[in-house]
């Protein structure tokens, strides 16, 4: 008996047959990710997303950009409070700007394309053996677990390193002028920041540093723990927006109330 997926019309199933784990082509599409992540620090599925439901994310999107909270902030790459101590430009003292909007998940409909397939078990499944976690699980958070980013003109995320292991994304729309995403690969592991290195591109050295395309309906899984990364200013008057979608190795996720506050304008019960 044949079922058809809760996210049919939203994958492009030909290319991306993610609810097929034992056949040839899903095995040959996770080690290709495997070796992207590898080689790259970053896995990017081109076309991913079929054009029609990346149409009714752009329309969701601005139907609820009027609930969407605008988060305006300065931090330090580590998100940790600035050490002036350090000195006026070692990486711990030196300050980011990141700005966008943020639609909460529980703004965003059961029906929409992005939450029916962030709900299946078949992608959170894919994106675990990509990774090559055994099991991996949706975020419990009400707010957080998936979010629409919208970046109007003037927002940017500032360089930083994730404090989670990897990332997950899905391209909608580019902005007319600026919101490039930019990386600095293997920059730090855990034996070594390589403060000369992280001061290095945030005082402006391209040297190194990769502009990676973000084509609409694009995918990415990003590890970014180790690679710096940033945002950069967006300018004009067609915004960047993707979505953001969390995973981790532990059931029940939630972000603490503090951080709710601070991205999402409010705290869930």
Sequence with gaps: MITTPEYEGVVD???????EPASPEYQALVRDCQDQLRDRGVARLDGFLTPAAVGEMLALASLLTGLAWASDQTHTVYFEPPESSAGPDHPRALLQHSAKKAIAYDLIPSGAPLRRLYESG???????????????????DPLDALEIAIFDDGDELGWHFDNSEFSVTVMYQESEAGGHFEYRPWLRDEHDENYPGVRKVLLGSPDGVVTLPSRPGTLAVFRGQHALHRVTPVSGPRPRINSVLTYGEHQGMKLNRLTQELFYGRTAP
């Design 13 to 19: 199933l030909r290319r991306y047959p993610i609810g």
């Design 122 to 140: 078949d992608l959170t499944a894919f994106i675990a053996a990509v990774l090559g976690k055994p099991v991996l699980y949706r975020s419990a």
